[in-house]
C-alpha cells in the first residue's frame, strides 16, 4: 500500500500529498477510521479523492491509505434479494452490526462469506474452458439459477472440479493455463467502471413486454434497449418503474434508488418483499437486487451507486439471462457530478453541470444491449436500461433531459396534468415517441397479429387529430364539427379513457397481454368503424355514441385472460345488432 497525508478538505471531496505511487480510480482509506474513497484526479504526487462517507474530523495531516485496486463489486450467490447501498454494502448487514445510523469506516463484505452455497458441477475434469464458459450450478432462489462462469482472462484445461456445499470463498475448480495454475470460486470480482466483455452486440428485435398498454402499443421498448421517463414531481415516475419492475418479461430486475426521498426508497423496500412475481408466484425479491441510495446519504456515493447497478445487471446477463434495470433517477446522480466537479474547480459547462455530463450518460446508456456472451456457448442475454429524469419544475429543456435524449431511443414523457386527472400511467402520447417500433413490426406481426401495427398507427392518428380539433371546439364549440369529426372525437376519447388508462392497484388491470391489447384496440376502432359507415347511411350520430356496447368494450380490459377470446366474440356480435338496430330505425323514421 502507498501512503500519504491528507492536504486539504472540502466537503465530500479530500486532496492528499504524497500519492504518486496511486493511480486514477484507486480505492483509498482516508483517516483512522478508514473512510472509503476513490481517486478521481492526479496532480503530480497529489490525489484528489471523492470520499463515500461524511468527512466530519477528517483534517490536514491525516493519513491515506490506497489499496492499489478499483472500485469493485462482488458477484456470485448472494446478490438476489440483497439491499446494498451506492458501493455494495449490505444494508441489512451494517444494521445487525451496527444498528440504524451507518457508522463511518465501517467495512462488511457485499457476499456472506459464511454461507453455504450447493453447487452442481456441469464441467469435468480434462475439459478445456475459456472466458465465460459454465463450470457449474448454484440455486440461488426457487426463481433464479446462478451460473458459475470461468472468470475473465482464464483459459485452460480443468484439472480438478468438485459438487458439494461451499461458502463464496472456497476453491471449487482448479483450472491448469499457460501462466499456471488458477483457483476457480464462487465469487468473482469487477470494476464497476469497466464494462464487462461479450462477444458480439445484436440489434434489438424483440420487444420487452411491460404489460401496460401504453407502453407496449404506442411506445415499445425493444429487450436491450434504453428508455428515460422524464416527469415533474408527483407525475408517477416511481409508480411507472414499480409497474415496469413487477410486469416487465425479465428474469432479474436491478432497481437503483439513486439520491431519492429516503420514504420513496422505505416505500420500495417495503413493497417490493410483499409483491408477487406472476410469473412464479413467489416475491419479487427472488428475483431483484435493490440499491439504496437515499438524498441524505453522501453525494459521492450517489454517483457510484448508478455504476454499481449496471455491474451486477451485466454479470446476470453474461448468464443469459434478460434483465430490467431501472434507475431512478439519473438527475440526482448527475447532480452529484455536477457537485464534485465544482469542488475540482473545473470549467462548468451549461447550467453548471461539467462539461463530460453526456459522454458520461452515454457511457451509462452504452452498457445496456442484447449480446452473445463470451464462453464456446454463446449465450443470449439482454439488459435493458430505463432512466427516471427529474427535471426541475418538470422543464425538460435543462441539460441533463436533453443529454439524456440524445443518447435514448424511447422517451416516456410524463405529464403533471393527466396525473392530476388521475390518468395513469400519466404519459403524454403526444410527446412520447419509441425509435424501435419500425424494427418491432415483424415481431408484432408474427407473434401478435398481422394488423396490429396498423391498427397501432390507426389510433396514433387518431389522437394527434383529436389534438387538432379539440383547438377548433375550443373556438366554435362542437356542434360545428361534422359528425365525422365528432366520431373521431369519440374514438379518441375511448383510447384514451379505455385503452391508454391502466388502473395498477386493479388485480385485472394492472397487466394487460398482447393478445387483450390487440383484441380492445380492435374493438374500439371497429365501433368507430361501423358507426362512420353507418353516420354515412343516415344513422343517428347521437344514438350512435349511447350505445350500450360502449360500455361493454371500456369494461373489456378488466375481462380474465382466459375468457379473453370468448368475451371479445360477444361484443364484436353485440356491436354489429346494435349499429344494425340503430340503422333499421333510422330507415323506420325516414319512411
Known amino acids: 500500500m502507498s501512503q500519504g497525508k491528507v492536504v486539504k478538505v472540502s466537503g465530500p471531496l479530500v486532496v492528499a500529498s504524497g500519492m504518486s505511487h496511486a493511480d486514477m480510480f484507486d480505492v483509498v482509506r482516508v483517516g483512522e477510521i478508514g473512510l472509503i474513497g476513490e481517486i478521481i484526479e492526479m496532480r503530480g504526487d497529489e490525489a484528489s479523492i471523492q470520499v463515500y462517507e461524511e468527512t466530519a474530523g477528517i483534517g490536514p495531516g491525516a493519513p491515506v491509505e490506497t489499496t492499489g485496486s478499483q472500485l469493485s463489486v462482488e458477484l456470485g450467490p448472494g446478490l438476489i434479494e440483497s439491499i446494498y447501498d451506492g458501493i455494495q454494502r449490505p444494508l441489512e448487514e451494517m444494521f445487525r452490526l451496527q444498528g440504524a445510523n451507518i457508522a463511518r469506516g465501517i467495512q462488511v463484505s457485499a457476499l456472506n462469506r459464511e454461507k453455504q452455497w450447493e453447487f452442481v458441477a456441469t464441467a469435468r475434469v480434462g475439459d478445456e474452458v475459456e472466458a465465460g464458459d459454465i463450470i457449474g450450478t448454484v440455486q440461488e432462489t426457487v426463481i433464479v439459477q446462478q451460473k458459475i462462469m470461468i472468470p475473465y482472462g482464464v483459459k485452460g484445461t480443468i484439472k480438478s472440479i468438485k459438487s458439494g456445499t461451499y461458502t463464496v470463498e472456497e476453491v471449487v475448480a482448479v483450472v491448469e493455463t499457460a501462466e499456471g495454475d488458477r483457483e476457480i470460486s464462487l465469487m468473482q470480482k469487477w470494476p464497476v467502471r469497466v464494462g464487462r466483455p461479450y462477444k458480439e452486440k445484436l440489434v434489438p428485435e424483440m420487444p420487452l413486454i411491460t404489460g401496460q398498454r401504453v407502453i407496449d402499443t404506442l ?24 409497474q415496469l419492475a413487477k410486469w416487465a418479461d425479465a428474469d432479474i430486475v436491478v432497481y437503483i434508488g439513486c439520491g431519492e426521498r429516503g420514504n420513496e426508497m422505505t416505500d420500495v423496500l417495503m413493497e417490493f418483499p410483499e409483491l408477487k412475481d406472476p410469473r412464479s408466484g413467489e416475491s419479487l425479491m427472488k428475483r431483484t437486487v435493490l440499491i439504496a ?9 450517489r454517483e457510484a451507486s448508478i455504476y454499481t447497478g449496471i455491474t451486477i445487471a451485466e454479470y446476470f446477463r453474461d448468464m443469459g439471462y434478460s434483465v430490467a434495470l431501472m434507475a431512478d433517477s439519473t438527475s440526482r446522480w448527475a447532480e452529484a457530478l455536477r457537485e464534485m466537479s465544482g469542488r475540482l474547480e473545473e470549467m462548468p459547462g451549461e447550467e453548471g453541470y461539467p462539461a463530460y455530463l ?39 429543456s435543462e441539460p441533463v433531459s436533453q443529454a439524456t435524449l440524445r443518447i435514448v431511443k424511447v422517451f416516456w414523457s410524463l405529464d403533471a396534468s393527466l396525473a392530476r386527472a388521475r390518468h395513469f400511467p400519466a404519459i403524454n402520447w403526444l410527446n412520447s415517441y419509441s425509435l424501435y417500433i419500425e424494427r418491432l413490426t415483424p415481431w408484432f406481426e408474427d407473434n401478435v397479429a398481422k394488423e396490429f401495427p396498423r391498427l397501432r398507427q390507426r389510433a396514433v392518428t387518431l389522437l394527434q387529430e383529436e389534438a387538432s380539433l379539440n383547438e377548433i371546439v375550443q373556438l366554435v364549440g362542437v356542434d360545428a364539427l361534422s359528425f365525422e369529426d365528432r366520431l373521431k372525437l369519440e374514438a379518441s376519447k375511448s383510447i384514451r379513457e379505455d385503452y391508454l388508462h391502466q388502473n395498477a392497484f386493479h388485480d385485472v388491470d394492472t397487466f394487460s397481454s398482447m393478445n387483450k391489447q390487440y383484441r380492445l384496440m380492435k374493438l374500439i376502432l371497429a365501433w368507430y368503424d361501423e358507426s ?27 375481462v380474465e385472460e382466459k375468457e379473453i377470446d370468448e368475451v371479445y366474440e360477444d361484443i364484436l356480435k353485440q356491436l354489429n345488432a346494435e349499429v344494425s338496430e340503430t340503422l333499421s330505425k333510422e330507415d323506420e323514421d325516414d319512411d
Not at 438524498?295 to 456515493?301: G, L, N
Request: glycine share 14%; no cysteine; proline share 7%.
Open 358 to 396: 453526456a459522454s458520461r450518460l452515454a457511457q451509462f446508456y452504452e452498457r445496456a444491449g442484447r449480446v452473445i456472451s463470451l464462453g464456446k456457448e454463446g449465450r443470449l442475454g439482454a439488459l435493458s436500461a430505463i432512466g427516471a429524469v427529474s427535471p426541475p419544475g418538470g422543464d425538460i
Open 293 to 301: 441510495n437515499t438524498s441524505d446519504m453522501p453525494v459521492a456515493a
Open 219 to 242: 411506445f415499445p421498448i425493444a429487450k436491450g434497449g434504453v428508455a428515460a421517463v422524464p416527469g415533474p414531481f408527483g407525475s408517477g415516475k416511481t409508480v411507472v418503474q414499480h
Open 532 to 558: 362512420k359507415e353507418a353516420v354515412a347511411k343516415g344513422a343517428s350520430f347521437n344514438k350512435l355514441a349511447v350505445l350500450p356496447v360502449r360500455e361493454t368494450i371500456g369494461r373489456f380490459k378488466y
